[in-house]
């Protein structure tokens, strides 16, 4: 792994799981970690929930915008990870691939902010353990 390892988080519409596991991951390392988030299908912009549950942790990310999920973005990252079920990506040989098959707490019934704080937590617990692998 280089010095400063890059990191992409991937998700379908890049305007909620892959986004928060990029603020997260930036607010936990700082500049220790080069961080993108994309998705395979990105949508017109944010999850404002998603926004609202990790303002609530101190992380802003309410001026990201989303973007696809490039070849060149795919080639430059070290390691990427796919967020959920559905995002799928073909990535270069040699990188590193994670898929966090994250809470879906919709599934249980469960939804609105309450949902969003039980996604935040589950992800954010994710990227402490993957931020320990790439700093040192």
């Known amino acids: 792994m280089p010095d400063k ?3 992409l988080f991937v998700c379908v519409k890049n305007g909620g799981k892959s986004q928060m596991a990029a603020g997260l991951m ?3 390392v700082g500049d220790l970690v080069e961080v993108e988030s994309a998705g ?3 949508g017109p912009g944010l999850n404002q929930q998603s926004v609202e549950a990790l303002l609530e942790v101190g992380v802003d990310i309410s001026a990201e915008t989303t973007q696809p999920a490039t070849a060149s973005l795919l080639m430059a990252a070290d390691v990427v ?3 959920g079920r ?3 990506v ?3 040989t040699g990188t590193h691939v994670e898929n966090w098959d994250t809470d879906e707490p919709s599934d249980r019934g ?3 902010a309450e949902r969003m704080r039980l996604v935040r937590d589950d992800i954010a617990a994710r990227v402490r353990v993957l931020a320990t692998e790439l700093t040192p």
């Open 26 to 28: 930036r607010h936990l």
């Open 40 to 42: 395979t299908r990105p």
């Open 86 to 88: 559905e995002a799928r």
């Open 5 to 7: 390892p890059k990191v």
């Open 110 to 112: 469960i939804e609105g």
């Open 81 to 83: 990870v796919t967020l």
């Open 90 to 92: 073909d990535v270069p």
